[in-house]
């Protein structure tokens, strides 16, 4: 009787993406250090289990290559062939294909690729004949694909740091486009139709790739047609409809699909793989100096999500008993809920910490980008992590991995300088950059840090006045603190040169958006010459916070302790006016005042106060006093979300069921400022 295979799909993807997750790690180690044997047999391992998990399951392509790619390490691990930089490029050209094809069996079922072109290139390199210029070893051909000639055929080279922007851009809820443009023979001015295309797409958009180079764009040097693969946040008709506005230009755009392509040699990934994709992987990593035996199971991340919100409902009815038990004042319902208050924060305590993985399953995609970015632009860099071992919550660990990619490609193309540039200024030629994670307290901190030429506070003020961001004479005021932060302004950019790395100003804009969007914060620290830290701030968790309640007239409001830096006590002639508005001096400093009850437009009729008290809170570098009626206390909260028609509300973060059963808003600092 056959055996249906499908029910073990879901373990076999699971699996998969654990020893390719094996692979990758130990292939970079291999590449640094050729003698490695231990990241060798771990490599022969990894390829040995896959092949068997293929060809159990059916899947005779993913089998076959990974095959003959046990014939390559067999010989390495004998001595017979020897680790160079084309076998490796050749190995991690097969490690792509493979999470290609396991991408594709996740998203379709089926992957069914011609690896004949790789397996060429093994044999080869196994009878001494490999040639990495011969250009028999060419594109891939997927099987029942439909005639070239109904397609366009797209000239792109997509490194493994294009894929990664792709996804984290997709997973981000934006729209991948391909465009192609084709500029009228009779138009005399070729590189202006090409910047008002780029201007236009630049709106609500990014472009991660050109042909030909942006360069030769920007200078005219091309013939008539040019192709963009671009992020945009527009939908396909609203962005077709502006550029084809333009004149002098006949336009077709189009959803990106890797079907496109002429080749997947380089990790190309399709969006409908990519939009499945889990942003982080499990991976049972081995501790090579303290192996021990680990007892796991897998458990989907919506049943966690089900058991939080249990345990929520579990504290806020806690909340309802202790109520109860205060106005009854019966003694052993009073000792039932100090007993229930226990378990339920020991419950509480304890789902925390199951919802809680290590931060390495976002670290764990940068080796592979930071190399072959590095390689493109043709710098050396020592690419050092650390902490990877540091917890966060699940939630916050899905939204880290886009500004995390944003700052690496910042720090690669415009911090870390080219080798002969590094020697002429007295550093060694290879470029170090550091991806850290550490705790401190309820939060924590992920620095990137690199030794390169660091931030010129100059040469940012005079592009920040150019750019009309602040006046000449505010300017002189500013510390270089202040001067630093303009780098996170919309459409900011100091690069002369735009590349399809960056120049455009859209990425650290992004990062800073992301990172304050989950109550998080960035702070820059520079010295030119020796280098720039970013420094991200984050809390441990969305799902509970700790919060300081208010009261504004009849209404009671939560404000994020993360937010909160104090509280004061202010008399009504400590109030000053300067250009219609409140301020008060507190501690030598001028502090705006604004009254929550006018911001929210709280009903009820106003009672003149002698006495208000002030809540100091913070965004970023900048802080404001909320004037409130009356300071509650501090609280651990459960988030709740407001709904669809209600989310996006300015000033709102959520709302939270109190013991009383009544519904209290929380109140969002970053929108409301």
Not at 208 to 234: M, N, R, W, Y
Not at 248 to 268: H, Q
Not at 416 to 424: C, G, K, S, T, V
Request: aromatic residues 4%.
């Amino acid at each position: 009787m056959a055996i249906d295979m499908s029910q073990y799909m879901d373990i076999f993807l699971e699996e998969s993406k654990e020893h390719l997750n094996i692979l990758n790690e130990n292939l970079l180690e291999l590449e640094k250090n050729a003698g490695n044997t231990s990241s060798l047999n771990e490599i022969f391992r990894a390829a040995h289990t896959l092949k068997g998990m293929a060809s159990t399951m059916g899947f005779e392509d993913v089998a076959d290559l990974t095959h003959h790619m046990e014939n390559v390490l067999s010989a390495l691990k004998e001595g017979i062939l020897t680790v160079d930089s084309q076998v490796v490029d050749v190995l991690f050209q097969c490690f792509d294909r493979m999470q290609f094809m396991i991408d594709k069996l996740e998203s379709l079922g089926a992957s069914n690729l011609d690896n004949s072109d790789l397996i060429n290139m093994l044999e080869d390199i196994q009878t001494g004949n490999f040639d990495p210029n011969i250009k028999k070893y060419s594109a891939v051909v997927e099987e029942n694909h439909e005639p070239a000639e109904e397609k366009h055929v797209i000239g792109f080279d997509l490194n493994s740091f294009d894929i990664t922007v792709i996804k984290e851009a997709i997973m981000a809820g934006n729209n991948i486009f391909y465009a192609h443009i084709s500029v009228d023979k009779d138009c005399m001015m070729k590189a202006v139709r090409a910047f008002m295309v780029f201007k236009s797409i630049e709106e609500d958009g990014e472009i991660i790739k050109s042909v030909p180079h942006v360069q030769d764009l920007d200078e005219g040097k091309f013939d008539s047609d040019f192709e963009l693969i671009f992020i945009c946040t527009a939908g396909l008709e609203e962005i077709s409809q502006r550029i084809k506005s333009i004149s002098e230009i006949t336009v077709t755009v189009t959803e990106f699909d890797d079907s496109m392509l002429t080749t997947v040699d380089k990790d190309v990934t399709s969006k409908k793989v990519i939009k499945n994709l889990e942003v982080a992987e499990e991976s049972d990593a081995e501790n090579k100096h303290a192996p021990k035996a680990r007892k796991t199971v897998r458990v989907d991340i919506e049943r966690l999500d089900m058991l939080m919100n249990l345990v929520g409902e579990l504290v806020m009815h806690k909340g309802c008993l202790e109520q109860i038990g205060a106005t009854t004042k019966i003694p052993q319902l009073n000792e039932t809920i100090e007993q229930m208050d226990r378990i339920s924060a020991d419950l509480q305590s304890v789902v925390m910490i199951v919802r809680m993985v290590p931060i390495e399953q976002v670290f764990n995609r940068f080796p592979r980008m930071v190399r072959d970015l590095a390689k493109e632009l043709n710098k050396e860099i020592d690419f050092i992590m650390e902490g990877k071992e540091t917890e966060l919550d699940r939630t916050v660990i899905d939204e880290i991995g886009d500004p995390l990619v944003h700052l690496l490609r910042n720090a690669l193309d415009h911090g870390i300088e080219l080798p002969e540039n590094r020697i002429a200024a007295g550093k060694p030629g290879q470029g170090t950059l550091i991806l850290s994670a550490q705790h401190e307290g309820n939060n924590v901190y992920i620095d990137v840090q690199d030794d390169g030429r660091g931030i010129d506070s100059e040469v940012i003020l005079a592009k920040a006045i150019e750019k009309g961001l602040i006046s000449s004479n505010e300017a002189q005021q500013l510390t270089d603190n202040e001067i630093n932060r303009f780098i996170f302004a919309p459409g900011f950019s100091t690069s002369s040169q735009v590349t399809d790395i960056s120049g455009r100003g859209v990425g650290l804009d992004v990062v800073k958006t992301k990172i304050e969007s989950i109550n998080g914060d960035i702070s820059i620290e520079t010295k030119p010459g020796q280098g720039t830290k970013f420094r991200i701030k984050l809390p441990l968790t969305l799902a509970i916070i700790q919060a300081l309640m208010v009261s504004v007239k009849d209404e009671i409001y939560a404000i994020p302790l993360s937010s909160v830096n104090e509280t004061s006590l202010i008399n009504q002639s400590d109030i000053k006016v300067i250009q219609n508005q409140e301020v008060i001096i507190l501690r030598g400093d001028v502090l705006p005042l604004y009254r929550l009850k006018h911001i929210l437009n709280v009903p009820g009729e106003d009672i003149p106060q002698a006495q208000m008290y002030v809540v100091v809170v913070r965004k970023g570098d900048y802080q404001i006093g909320l004037v409130v009626d009356t300071l509650i206390g501090q609280q651990e909260i459960v988030i709740k979300s407001l709904g669809k028609i209600l989310t996006g509300i300015p000033g709102i973060a959520g709302a939270i069921v109190a013991g009383d059963g009544n519904v209290r808003l929380i109140i969002d600092i970053t929108t409301l400022f």
